[in-house]
């Protein structure tokens, strides 16, 4: 099932999300509506915050990436990186910040640098429930950090200058507005 993306100035995208029981297989179905929904979106990550459900997931796939990844080593790990995070927690970030542009399928056409920290370690569960640790570096763990930041109610423009996030107001008022052309379906205001 293909979800609409809920849009910026949703409250829903600005929620702490809630953990959720597993396994089970309502996790497993809407884990597989969500990769659904995000390859209809043409994204590289999806939380589900994102489609009005507040919980703990978000699936990722930086396979698109590899092209841009900086080294042949990261090329062949985003390659292969397609998998469901299920009340994840970070652990820790580490390395010098660094810049790259991001964007959201929740907020359609506005692109911007983001400073976020080039290693982190994750805890979460798999769809048995067992817990795992695992450590990622580059892209792959920039992509886990802007989905994380979904599920603590956090958006990439947060991480953005005040001046920044001015200049942006009229653009965002108007994704809020439902005056967007984004070419998924999208949802307005879910609470």
């Not at 919980?55 to 062949?76: K, T």
């Not at 469901?84 to 359609?108: Q, R």
């Not at 983001?114 to 570096?137: D, H, L, M, N």
């Amino acid at each position: 099932m293909v979800y609409p993306i809920v849009a910026y100035g949703s409250p829903v995208l600005k929620r702490v999300a809630q953990e959720v029981d597993i396994p089970s297989d309502e996790v497993n179905s809407f884990i597989e509506d969500l990769f659904e929904t995000m390859y209809a979106s043409k994204g590289v990550g999806l939380a589900a915050p994102q489609v009005g459900i507040s919980q703990r997931i978000f699936v990722v796939d930086g396979s698109p990436f590899a092209e841009d990844a900086a080294s042949p080593e990261e090329a062949e790990v985003l390659k292969s990186f397609k998998r469901a995070f299920i009340n994840p927690t970070i652990i820790e970030e580490s390395g010098t910040a660094w810049g790259f542009e991001e964007g959201c399928l929740s907020i359609p056409d506005i692109h911007e640098t983001v400073q976020r920290k080039p290693t982190v370690v994750i805890e979460s569960q798999t769809a048995e429930g067992e817990w795992i640790e695992e450590t990622f570096s580059g892209l792959p763990a920039r992509i886990i950090q802007h989905e994380y930041d979904h599920i603590e109610g956090v958006l990439f423009l947060d991480r953005l200058s005040p001046l920044k996030r001015r200049m942006l107001q009229g653009r965002l008022k108007d994704i809020a507005a439902g005056k967007v052309n984004a070419s998924y379906r999208m949802k307005f205001d879910v609470k």
